[in-house]
């Protein structure tokens, strides 16, 4: 899915800062619970030494096998051998009979000996609720902080990127008005970031330097087109000259037939040619109500000839008028070399069928050789099916032109039961 600079960099942004104050959060929450628990152990053995002290001093709390109570301790004789010097630190819970529930207590288990040699278990025991309940509440305030920054840092950075990247904005938005041929409109942008500066520079000279080259390949086409037709037109007038002399023998007329044919057929390529440099560079800018329906019947009256020299059956069907607003002569070049290539490429005897409706004209012709056509190649310029000689391989390539200058029209092909289809469809506006 294609997304903007801006939100691509945020996506990543907040992920990578998702992921970095995760791990931040997570080790302060780990360090802030061991500091508590260390507070906490510190205290036990603290209160460790006082009792181990006081038994010492007072060997009474020695004899009362005390257990737990006010004081939260327990002192138990034990075996020498199972003396072990160690301090045993866990948590437990214990049942309280106030709240008539079990609370979370930090226990500590050591062994100590008397002044007379004797060993003992002490049992102390602190509760941890109060730790408990600060824990919680600083992991509820890391998860608030946690919240409260990404959406921070989003919004602080979805203002600053919006802004930062406003005159890319721009220069794309300029881009996407220029249209190639036309005078420049692209305007450079003056920020203070120099990334952008160079870029709007540098696509401003880009533009330019291709408007010169544009126009010189424009004028080179349309000079070359114009200066081949006249020597052309005189070649063709002296071939007809030469046909129309009887002095020449059958094998020699042969010739000047064949070579009449090439001449044409160079004419008529530099002609196309000269017409997609025309439309390319949208020199038919004049528009207007055009009758669909009235070129069509003039191209019926004037393909009579070729109609009955391959004995094709040619139906109209004007079930609707196909009006838009459009070059006119435009409109007469496509649909004049849709009708002709249908008559080109339709065996003899068989049948061209052309229907008018309101938004759409189907040209429809029975396929020479019962195969559809490659979609990916009959509008690509100079692309012949067969080895057709008397083709230029730009008649489609023409209409395609066309179609792609225009804003109202769009061309399908489609081939059903042996027959080519080519629709030619008005836009939705």
């Known amino acids: 899915m294609v997304v903007y600079l801006k ?4 996506k990543y942004l907040l992920i990578s800062l998702f992921l970095l104050i995760a791990v931040w959060a997570g080790l302060f929450y780990a360090f802030i619970l061991e500091e508590v628990y260390d507070n906490v152990d510190d205290g036990l053995k603290n209160q460790k030494i006082e009792i181990i002290r006081e038994a010492y001093s007072n060997p009474e709390i020695l004899d009362e096998n005390r257990e737990f109570g006010i004081n939260q ?6 075996p020498k051998e199972k003396f072990v010097q160690k301090d045993e630190l866990k948590n437990e819970m214990i049942f ?3 709240d008539n529930e079990e609370e979370p207590y930090r226990v500590l288990t050591t062994h100590f000996f008397d002044k007379p040699g004797n060993a003992y278990e002490l049992v102390i025991y602190t509760s941890t609720i109060e730790e408990d309940d600060l824990i919680y509440n600083l992991l509820t305030a890391l998860i608030v902080l946690y919240i409260l920054l990404i959406a921070s840092i989003y919004a602080t950075n979805q203002i600053v990127l919006s802004k930062a990247f406003k005159p890319l904005k721009k220069i794309v938005s300029q881009l996407e008005q ?5 005078k420049i409109n692209f305007k450079t942008i003056q920020t203070p970031i120099k990334e952008f500066n160079d870029l709007s520079t540098g696509i401003t000279q880009m533009l330019e330097d291709n408007q010169e080259t544009f126009l010189q390949q424009k004028g080179f086409i349309e000079n070359a087109s114009h200066e081949l037709k006249t020597p052309i037109n005189i070649i063709q007038n002296k071939l007809d000259w030469m046909i129309e002399n009887e002095e020449l023998d059958e094998n020699n007329l042969n010739q000047l037939v064949e070579i009449k044919k090439t001449t044409k057929r160079m004419s008529d390529l530099v002609n196309s040619l000269l017409m997609l440099s025309k439309i390319e560079n949208r020199q038919f800018q004049n528009e207007s109500e055009v009758n669909a329906n009235e070129i069509i019947n003039n191209i019926q009256e004037e393909i009579q000839e070729w109609l009955l020299y391959k004995d094709l059956n040619f139906t109209l069907n004007e079930y609707q008028t196909f009006n838009i607003y459009f070059n006119k002569h435009l409109l007469q070049v496509l649909l004049n070399n849709l009708i002709f ?3 080109k490429y339709t065996p003899k005897k068989a049948y061209i069928q052309v229907d008018i409706h309101l938004d759409k004209i189907i040209i429809s012709n029975t396929s020479s050789d019962g195969n559809a056509l490659d979609k990916n190649k009959i ?7 067969g080895e057709d000689q008397s083709s230029t391989g730009l008649g489609l ?10 804003n109202c029209l769009t061309l399908d092909y489609y081939f059903k039961d042996h027959r ?3 629709t030619l469809n008005r836009k939705n506006s």
């Open 7 to 10: 939100n691509y960099t945020l």
């Open 73 to 78: 301790f327990r002192i138990t004789p034990i």
């Open 96 to 98: 309280m009979p106030y």
């Open 178 to 182: 220029y249209r190639f041929g036309e």
């Open 341 to 343: 290539n249908a008559i």
């Open 379 to 385: 509008f690509k310029r100079f692309y012949k099916k």
């Open 397 to 406: 390539s023409i209409v395609q032109s066309i179609i792609n200058k225009s």
């Open 420 to 422: 080519h289809y080519f």
